[in-house]
């Protein structure tokens, strides 16, 4: 392989289908089973990617080309048999998959228009390809046991503690640092994989596949189901099934959350609960930035898709497949919108918009409490999905 052969992960066409998580990161660095997109496509590349992603995105995650330009949307969830397919790429050849591209190869710093131009190769195994927000909790048990299955290779767990109740223990894999006790995890149905100094707490019953990663926190009592995966520093508490947690969040306490998206920095608060299922049975329709409108889907299941730095009240209640949008505040009686635009201040009552420099200020605080800040560049971030927001606002 040349050594000016360089990586570049692409924001595609999926990038509106998944906001409102791609506002404040490109799509590579979305967190789907027990890592992130970009942390996947490096371990399979055996190298280093950048970003190609949006123009206000660009200072925070900057693109580096090199002589010869290896473009992969990440949506696609990577295996060994693709990387090695596009690791063989030459110039002008793409590798595709039921007519769309995976990965260019290109000496250009821009990509290819025209796929008819290329050589196409076309991609004999089947792949899992991450379209929408809804895909997140969906393929999340799927992509969990992969990412399992790669990171446990050959290792060997930590000692889990006598006053533990364990079901199929070669499934649950438990990092160094890691503290559980006096808590019930069945892996019959999937893996559990407790990462680096994560905590279980007492009379905590967790039913895989599960991720708690690093430096998480799951609170005293609660009761994980399947599909679910708690992000690095994240406290979570109460009943949680198929929830996908980035990083950085709380649910400290009861209340449930079920076929769920949560960003990095919320805070859910006590004894909130999200519906997950419409009392009719009915299929649901979920938010669609790119039409602006509601689409309809073949889900009968659908609950929270948060928004980082998002945050609600105690005793909160959202209806089936509420989207809100980034660092907006919800808060009182009763159960506000379906979708609730960027910086968003209110509930059922009605919404304004959330003063900007309150928002950083608020955000702060939070961030405060980890020993972390906004950078500048975060500041920008924020300050451009305030602007872009205000339409949907209807800024009053």
Same mark, same amino acid.
């Given at each position: 392989?040349s050594?000016?052969?360089?990586?570049i992960?692409f924001?595609g066409k999926?990038?509106?289908q998944l906001l409102p998580?791609?506002y404040?990161?490109p799509v590579a *660095?979305?967190?789907i +089973?027990i890592?992130?997109?970009?942390?996947k496509? *490096?371990?399979f590349?055996?190298?280093q990617?950048?970003?190609?992603?949006?123009d206000?995105?660009d &200072?925070?995650?900057?693109?580096?080309?090199?002589e010869?330009?290896?473009f992969?949307n990440?949506?696609y969830?990577?295996?060994?048999?693709? %990387?090695k397919?596009i690791?063989?790429? !030459?110039?002008?050849?793409?590798?595709?998959?039921? +007519?769309?591209a995976?990965?260019?190869?290109s000496?250009n710093?821009?990509?290819?228009e025209?796929l008819?131009?290329?050589?196409?190769i076309?991609c004999?195994?089947e792949?899992?390809?991450?379209? %929408?927000?809804t895909?997140l909790f969906i393929?999340n &048990?799927?992509?969990?046991?992969?990412?399992f299955?790669?990171?446990?290779?050959g290792?060997?767990s930590e000692?889990? /503690?006598?006053?533990?109740r364990v079901v199929?223990? &070669?499934? @649950?894999f438990?990092?160094s640092?890691?503290?559980v006790s006096c808590?019930?995890l069945?892996?019959?149905d999937?893996?559990?994989?407790?990462? %680096?100094?994560?905590?279980i707490m /007492?009379?905590?019953?967790?039913r895989g596949?599960i991720?708690?990663c690093?430096n998480?926190?799951v609170?005293m009592g609660?009761?994980?189901y399947? +599909?679910t995966?708690?992000g690095?520093s994240?406290k979570v508490?109460?009943?949680?099934?198929?929830?996908l947690?980035l990083?950085y969040?709380?649910?400290?306490?009861?209340?449930?959350?079920?076929?769920?998206?949560i960003? /990095?920095?919320c805070n859910?608060g006590a004894?909130?609960?999200a519906?997950?299922l419409?009392n009719?049975?009915s !299929?649901i329709?979920v938010w669609?930035?790119?039409t602006?409108n509601?689409?309809?889907?073949?889900l009968?299941f659908c609950?929270l898709?948060?928004?980082?730095?998002s945050?609600c009240g105690?005793?909160?209640?959202?209806n089936?497949?509420?989207v809100?949008?980034?660092n907006?505040n919800v808060?009182?009686?009763g159960?506000?919108?379906?979708? @609730?635009?960027?910086?968003s201040f209110?509930?059922a009552?009605?919404?304004?918009?959330?003063?900007? %420099?309150?928002? @950083?200020? &608020?955000?702060n605080?939070?961030?405060?409490?980890?020993?972390k800040s906004l950078?500048d560049q975060d500041i920008?971030i924020?300050q451009?999905?305030f602007d872009v927001?205000?339409q949907?606002r209807?800024?009053?």
């Open positions: 392989m050594k000016s052969l360089n990586f992960l924001d999926e990038r509106n998580f791609t404040t990161r *660095e979305i967190r +089973g890592d992130t997109l970009k942390q496509w *490096e371990y590349l055996g190298q990617c950048s970003f190609l992603t949006q206000y995105l &200072s925070k995650f900057p693109s580096k080309f090199g010869i330009n290896i992969i990440p949506t969830i990577p295996s060994m048999a693709v %990387a397919v690791l063989s790429l !030459k110039k002008n050849q793409v590798l595709t998959f039921k +007519g769309a995976v990965a260019y190869c000496s710093t821009t990509l290819p025209d008819n131009r290329l050589d196409q076309e004999s195994e792949l899992t390809h991450i379209k %929408a927000s895909d393929y &048990s799927k992509v969990l046991k992969e990412d299955n790669r990171i446990t290779k290792r060997i000692v889990i /503690e006598e006053s533990n199929n223990s &070669s499934q @649950i438990v990092e640092g890691a503290k808590s019930i069945n892996a019959t999937g893996p559990i994989y407790i990462g %680096a100094n994560a905590e /007492e009379g905590s019953i967790l596949s991720a708690v690093e998480a926190t609170k609660a009761k994980i399947g +599909g995966t708690i690095p994240s508490g109460g009943e949680l099934s198929n929830a947690f990083g969040s709380n649910k400290g306490h009861d209340g449930f959350i079920g076929n769920a998206v960003g /990095e920095w859910i004894a909130s609960d519906s997950n419409k009719n049975y !299929k329709r669609n930035y790119e602006q509601f689409s309809k889907t073949e009968q609950g898709l948060m928004g980082d730095f945050r105690i005793h909160s209640m959202f089936t497949a509420t809100v949008g980034i907006s808060f009182g009686t159960f506000p919108r379906t979708f @609730i635009p960027s910086f209110g509930g009552h009605g919404f304004q918009t959330h003063a900007f %420099a309150k928002a @950083i200020e &608020s955000n605080a939070m961030m405060e409490r980890r020993g950078s920008e924020l451009h999905v927001s205000s949907l209807k800024d009053r």
